[in-house]
């Protein structure tokens, strides 16, 4: 992650691409975001973030073949969550049309969702990738409290 100035504290976690490695490193990274004063609710948005984010590469990036997914979270000194899912796969081809809600690669067995549950429960997405280079995924979010004392 290449990380902007005054970070508090951050954690990485590089795991196979495998489903059973999605659970893991959503309640990795929600207990990691416990840290800073997020409501259940908000945990359980990250959680649903994170999920889709690493489900997404775990399903989309490197097809049949084992890949690596990186997961690091990184907490601001001002109090913001940021959170960036990495694969080296086979990157997507047309980013803005992946981000339309129900827009999937595999019609038969997805819904086409993930992009739209993570721009609705975080304050910002991010996504590069190009085909052929991977795909890289932030997800920046601060608890409802200090976005209304901000």
Known sequence: MTLPEGIANRVALEFPSKAENVAFARTAIAVFASQLDFTLDELDEVKVAVSE?????????????PGLVRVEAAITADGELLIEIVDRGQGIEDVETARQAQWTSRPE?????????????????????APGAGTRVLLRKRPAAARVAG
Not at 53 to 64: C, E, L, P, R
Not at 109 to 129: A, C, I, P
């Open 53 to 65: 984010a690493v489900s997404n590469a775990v399903i989309h990036a490197y097809g049949d073949e």
């Open 109 to 129: 067995e997805r819904m086409g969702l993930g992009f739209t549950f993570m721009e609705q429960y975080m304050d910002r997405v991010e996504v590069e990738s």
